[in-house]
Each structure stands twice: as C-alpha cells, then as structure tokens.
C-alpha cells in the first residue's frame, strides 16, 4: 500500500514552527491519501508481491521547500512525477527457505493507471475566482475550492473546506476550467518525463 | 458549556459549545473570535482524518458565525461521536449547527449536512448507511447554507462524472430544505415549553 505523508518544515514559510505536523500539513497528508484512493492510481493489487504474505509498501515524503500558496496542487504533481519515476526491483520468493530474494538488477516501472492533477481556486466573497492562488492571495481569500479530475474528465475530488458560499453553477464553471487546466498539465509531464527517460 | 446531542438513523454525535470565552494570547485574533473545532472518534486517539474533517467544519463554521461581534475570544466546538452507521460527517455538520444555535452566537445564516452516495449502478441515495456507503462508487457530503442554498463545503470520496456531481447537489439542496425545516421544528418545541 501506499503512504503519503505531507511536511511542512519550517523552511518553507515562517508561518510553520518545528515540532509535530500542524493541521494544514494532517489535512493535506490526509487529502493526498483521499486523492490515490480515489482516482485508483495505483491499485493495490500491483503492489502485491505474493499473495497473503509479501506486499510493497511506497512510502511517499511530500517535503515543502518553498511555500507560496497552493499546497495542494504541487503536491499532487510532485506525487505524479515522483511515482512516474519510480522502479520496483523483482522480487523471488525462495520456495524451501521461505524467504524473498530482491534483485536491485532487474527492476521494473511502477504502474500508473489514472493521472489525477489538481487545480485550485482561490474565493472572494462569491464574485471572484482566481486560479492558482499566491501565499498572499490565499491569506486574503475567503474561500478555497480544490477539484481534482483525472483523464477521462472524471472528478476524483471535489475539495471546499468551508469557506464563502458557492452556487452550483460557479462551481460547474471551477470543473469545466479545471478540465480545461488538466490537459495542458498533462502535456507538461509528459514532456519533462520523455526528457529525462534514457537516464 | 451547552451540550446537544444529534442523531439521525443509528449514527450519532454529541456536540458541545464553548464560548465564546477567553482566547489565550497565543491564538487571539485582533478583530474576531478564534473558532476551534474537536473531533473526537468513538474509539482511539484522533488522527490525521480526524484533523482534516476538523478543518474542513471550523472553516463551515467560520463562514457563517459572526466573529467579528466578538473580537479576541475564543469559541471550542467538541465533537463526540457516540456511534457511526454511516453519514458521519453531514451527522457532525448538523449536530455543529444545532449547537451554535443552541449556544445562541449570532450566526448570519444555517448550515446542514447531506450526504449522497452513488450506487455502482447510477442510483442516488441520500443519506447512505455504512454498507450503503461501502458499496457505493462515489460518496459525496455537502454542506448547504440555509439563505440561498448555496455550496458552503464539499468532499468527495471515490470519482463520478460532473453530471452525476450536478444530480447529487441538487438532491442535497432540496433535501436541505427538509433538514432546515426539522431544526424549527426542534428550537419551536425547546423555547416553546419554557
């Protein structure tokens, strides 16, 4: 299975102390979580070495270094990038001793099924919608919205902590820009992957 | 402290007000009132889902209380949950409006919680049980103000098309009007014997 886990290190922002993770960086950890589950981009069963006794397990460190508003879309694309990269060795389970043999010769890509890419709006007062917001405009936002969509113009998520009011047709106007977003997104990373691919 | 307890079908929550009172330095704001959101899960110790449904309801609440009417208080909303079949968190959203109403701070409008889960064959039920819930493909939770039924907050949980999205908030805008209708009903029978 898959484990995310979003840090805000002081670094990134001076609005962050050192210590235990805050409520933005639980909810984020806990959004991310919501997000694999939902778009089924890894499905469990692939991590699966044996069944019943051997299982992957990918722990995902999602590490601010820089925050400037909008946490949860770079998030979202680092994952991606991040698990687009990723090789698992083969894995041989010795049938007398019982034990599993890992050859870190012979690895394989992992096997990503959706692309979920994220898209945030910032809220004010209920007439304005901006995309991608800023530290600053986030501070000054009554309202956030977040919508993730994967390939197929499906929604994965729909994410509005509170905040102003949003009628229903706004809110269609955010999925219809966010599908809109989630095509130019989605050549970005298969450009910068293709580029980096025959390392 | 003025504790309301909310149940609806076998789930149930219990909610109780603080405030507004004191706000310690740390956490006073200059111009409103510091609302903080408790979620406390039926068993074991509250973890990071637990912190992110306290943010997603302290942010509902924010909207619609008037904090600015009470500068550099603070107000604590506990959240109980005595038992969970299902609808848990629409069940904390209504239980969260009834106790602020309950606790008489000045809101500028009502909230509720709806939930909606979407069948694997298309079928829309409201207010899901846990093993509706379970077999359901999507399920989505929307909290909807009472003066323009408009979307104060929104999670989902597995993916859905936008239509059946569309479908669902219009299902939870009318079923908010019943929602609305039993919280007069509820504050009419309590101020109306006393």
Redesign the interface.
């Known amino acids: 299975y898959l484990v995310p886990n979003v840090e805000l290190p002081s670094l990134c922002s001076e609005r962050f102390r050192s210590g235990p993770p805050g ?2 960086a ?2 984020a ?3 991310i ?2 997000v694999i ?4 981009m890894i499905v469990k069963e692939d991590l699966c070495i044996a069944n019943g006794k051997l299982a992957w397990v990918l722990y995902c460190d999602i590490i601010c270094l820089d925050y400037d508003g909008n946490l949860l879309d770079a998030s979202v694309f680092a994952l991606l990038a991040a698990l687009k990269n990723v090789q698992l060795p083969s894995v041989i389970i010795n049938e007398e001793t019982g034990l599993s043999e890992v050859n870190l010769k012979q690895k394989t890509p992992l096997i990503i099924r959706k692309h979920p890419v994220a898209t945030s709006f910032a809220i004010f007062d ?1 007439t304005l919608l901006i995309v991608d917001p800023t530290a600053e405009e986030e501070d000054l936002a ?2 956030t ?1 977040t919508i993730v969509t ?1 390939e197929e ?16 047709a706004k ?2 106007d955010c ?1 219809t820009r966010a599908i809109t977003r989630h095509k130019e997104v989605k050549k970005l990373i298969d450009k910068v992957i293709k580029s980096i691919m025959p390392k | 402290p003025i504790p309301s307890s909310l149940s609806a079908g076998e789930t149930s929550v219990l909610a109780g007000l603080y405030g507004p009172a004191e706000a310690k330095l740390s956490k006073e704001l200059p111009d409103r009132a510091a609302l903080e959101v408790l979620l406390r899960p039926k068993v074991g110790l509250p973890g ?2 637990e ?2 449904r ?10 619609v209380v008037l904090g600015v009417l009470h500068p550099r208080t603070a107000i604590t909303l506990v959240l109980q949950v005595v038992s969970d079949a299902g609808s848990l968190l629409s069940c904390c959203l209504n239980a969260a409006c009834m106790g602020l109403l309950d606790a008489g701070l000045p809101l500028s409008s009502l909230f509720c919680g709806v939930t909606c889960a979407l069948g694997p064959d298309g079928t829309i039920t409201l207010d899901p049980t846990a093993r509706q819930e379970q077999e359901a493909r ?1 399920v ?1 939770t929307f ?1 909807i ?1 009472s003066s ?1 039924r ?13 239509e059946e ?2 479908q669902c ?2 299902m939870a ?1 009318r079923a908010a009007d019943t929602i609305f209708q039993f919280y007069r009903d509820s504050l009419h029978r309590r101020y109306s014997k006393s």
Do not use: W, Y
């Open positions: 409520e933005e639980q909810a950890s806990q959004f979580a919501d589950e939902n778009s089924q209920d009554t309202g919205v994967d113009g499906r929604l994965c998520s729909v994410h509005k902590p509170g905040g102003s009011p949003l009628t229903g809110l269609q999925i | 990071v889902l912190r992110s306290e943010q997603q309801l302290r942010q509902t609440c924010e909207a999507a989505l909290a103000d323009e408009k979307v104060l907050m929104a999670t989902t949980k597995g993916s859905c098309s936008v999205m569309q908030l219009v805008q």
